[in-house]
């Protein structure tokens, strides 16, 4: 993307329930009232498998918590149809849970018990879930994006000020000199070794341009600096919520090259083509000798050794929210305790975003803010249907195959969905109850969907809460 102005004509140029069931240990047979009742499969497995048989709340979905999850977004879960357990993993084993909250802690496949159908982060990155693992499971991994842009914005602002005006070598001054009684005596005298310089008409460089980058080019336009950006996956939410006179640049090198302030928001991803220590001494060499790099995103991201020669030669500045053994005592680094999303309000914000994606998925089939299946929305089922989903391999033929079962049970589809991401596949669709008389069973139905070569887990969605799954665990039939 060649340099330009993000003018408002740029940006705009981007744009080009339910069911009332009874259930049995066995078999539950669910009523509609206005429609049929539906004979399904349920815990057709030993309890061993699920966990403590005293546990089991039929009724309800049963969501684990890990961490300390804020109650005001737990709140959206609501009584009547969630209950909510918070523990460690040996809780996990006896509450049979059907989805899992968590922040940071590091979560283990063995935690992840066959019962899981979904699993949320309060908050943006997921290195502390074994995704790809999760991906092959059948099991959507969701995330919070956006929620604590808010906090981490405000605290990037304050690292601006923090790399410019020796804030933190003034308190400690004056706390030295408070502990000898020279305070007064000495202010005025010694306030000149920590001079610093204004923000207002110097140049901010904004790497990685989605709603933490966004809004600190918003903020950087409103102190009256002169905004650059760089993001080659601009998306055009992002790009309708960026200043009118954002420059837009064509690498991270231009964007650097001219900037007094680096704020680098971008994702750390692993591996080959990926993000880790693209803050590279290539990069850095770009850098004016007093920028302040910003890095409020992954420490990771930063060549250390890189920074430490830049800091050692020049006037720069290295402000950074996350723990840096090399750095961490540099007189030109100011490193913080990781205090980016450490505010009330994004803790609830993440919490009740987390819930809403995981009551959308279970109660509809809706998915949205996942990182490893598609987003994926079908409109309200209309009266007398019910909702199947059903997660595959993203292979050839597959949504064929799925269809041909329900039509070889005389089941009519009266409306779908069929999205695919990477190598997963998932498929939501109604099925017209009408003409099937008073009860339909779906045991044959979801069990022959569930066992094709394939297939990795399917839902219906309808009846009690927390019935009606079953996976194809490497061809046993689990339900």
């Known amino acids: 993307m060649l340099s330009r ?29 206005s429609g049929p009742d539906v004979d399904i499969d349920n815990f057709k497995a030993e309890w061993k498998t699920y966990g403590n048989v005293s546990n089991h709340q039929p009724g309800k979905f049963v969501i684990q918590t890990f961490n300390k999850i804020s109650p005001v977004g737990l709140k959206q879960f609501g009584d009547e149809m969630y209950s909510v357990k918070a523990g460690d993993g040996d809780v996990v084993k006896s509450t049979n849970p059907h989805a899992l ?82 305070a007064k005596e000495r202010v005025e005298k010694d306030k000149s070794m920590f001079g610093g310089r204004e923000l207002m008409g110097k140049t901010l460089a904004v790497i990685g341009l989605g709603h933490i980058g966004a809004a600190t080019a ?15 996956g601009l998306s055009v939410e992002s790009a309708l919520r960026l200043p009118d006179e954002i420059q837009l640049k064509e690498s991270i090198s231009s964007a650097v090259a001219s900037a007094d302030y680096i704020s680098i928001n971008i994702p750390y991803i692993k591996g080959e083509g990926g993000t880790h220590g693209i803050i590279s001494s290539e990069i850095i060499n770009q850098f004016k000798s007093d920028a302040v790099l910003l890095n409020f995103a992954r420490g990771e991201l930063v060549d250390s050794e890189a920074m430490k020669e830049f800091l050692d030669n020049g006037d720069g500045r290295y402000v950074s929210d996350f723990p840096d053994d090399l750095l961490w005592d540099h007189e030109n680094a100011i490193v913080l305790p990781h205090l980016g999303a450490s505010t009330e309000e994004a803790e609830d914000a993440a919490a009740a975003m987390a819930a809403d994606t995981i009551k959308d998925y279970l109660e509809d089939g809706t998915i949205r803010n996942s990182v490893n299946f598609p987003a994926t929305s079908l409109p309200d089922r209309t ?11 993203n292979l050839p033929g597959m949504l064929a195959k799925i269809t041909d079962v329900l039509a070889g049970s005389g089941l009519n589809i009266t409306q779908q969905v069929n999205h695919s ?37 399917s839902r219906i969605l309808y009846g009690t809460p927390g019935t009606g799954y079953a996976k194809n665990l490497e061809g046993k039939y689990f339900v």
């Open 421 to 457: 991401r990477g190598d997963i596949a998932y498929n939501v669709m109604d099925v017209d109850t009408s003409g099937h008389g008073d009860v339909i069973s779906f045991k044959k139905v979801q069990e022959e969907l569930t066992m094709m070569d394939g297939v990795l887990s």
């Open 218 to 232: 918003r903020d950087g336009a409103a102190l009256g600096m002169d905004v650059v950006g760089y993001d080659p």
């Open 101 to 182: 909250l968590l922040r940071s802690h590091k979560l283990k496949e063995e935690e992840v018990q066959y019962t899981v159908r979904a699993i949320a982060r309060c908050g943006a990155g997921t290195n502390n879930i074994p995704v790809a693992r999760m991906t092959e499971l059948g099991i959507p991994v969701f995330n919070t994006p956006g929620a604590n842009a808010n906090a981490v914005k405000e605290l990037v602002v304050c690292g601006m000020f923090l790399g410019s005006r020796k804030v933190i070598d003034g308190i400690n001054h004056m706390k030295d000199l408070g502990s000898q009684g020279l």
């Open 5 to 33: 102005t993000a003018s408002s004509q740029v940006r705009r140029a981007f744009i080009s329930r339910n069911a009332t069931v009874t259930a049995t240990t066995s078999t539950s047979t669910c009523s509609f009232s």
């Open 383 to 393: 009266e007398g249907s019910i909702r199947f989903t059903v997660v595959n391999s």
